[in-house]
């Protein structure tokens, strides 16, 4: 059974940058991943909002020192650059990023503008995913998440943390309403999970971690040893899902 953790970040992340000021290095990452069996992670640079560019610099060069292990995802602020398409293709072409990580909270903008919709646009004809911040007010909230994957039905739209537990109430109903709606786990628990499965199926649940904020560990031990789901859910869950995902942009 391949494991991919579809939420890693190096630098550090938006959680993390609140309780220390430590930087995490690709070494780290990497041997967080062997302690947990963890084959392939989804990696992006994590830090303050100005230093976009240079977070996706050290995700490039991690990338690049374990590409066998590693899953660039580039961090794109729609306001705060007016050529964000053609930033985002360089990403894609040049240091061969196979998605994109949207943060309306930390970068403060609403997710439904024009701006966004150009991004999802960019995607679908890159065939890349992407993966948005959720379960923060105002700019981060399931339903908009919805709202944007229901506008565009032809986009593959990852609600990080599913809402956490802050908004759950809000994150099925929501994940019901359109089917390229997939949720990311980080921040969450197992028993969302299964009621998740049960809600909108067993092929749109992801695991992630959200290092270095969240460690791997509770995860993969944790899905192996509950009897609340089959083995086919637990492979779902733990790779499979998340590799159908991405395989046009794996091509």
Known sequence: MQIIDAHTHVGSCMSAIHFSNKNYSVEELIDEMDQNHV???????????HQIKYLNKITKKAVEEYPERLIGFARINPVQDDHFIEILN??????HFKGVKLHPTQDAYQLLNYRVYRIVEETIKLKIPILIHSGSIPYAMPGQIADLAALYPESKIIMAHAGKLELWQ?????AKRVNNLYLEFSFMHLASI?????AIGEKRVLFGSNWPAGSMR????GIKKVHIFTQKEKELFLGKNF????EDSLV
Do not use: C, F, K
């Open 39 to 49: 084959d392939r992670s989804v990696v992006m640079g994590g830090g303050e909002p």
């Open 90 to 95: 360089t990403y894609v072409s040049q240091y």
């Open 170 to 174: 809000h994150t099925l109903p929501s």
């Open 194 to 198: 299964r009621e998740a499965i049960d």
């Open 218 to 221: 509770p995860w993969v031990e």
């Open 243 to 246: 590799l159908n995902i991405i």
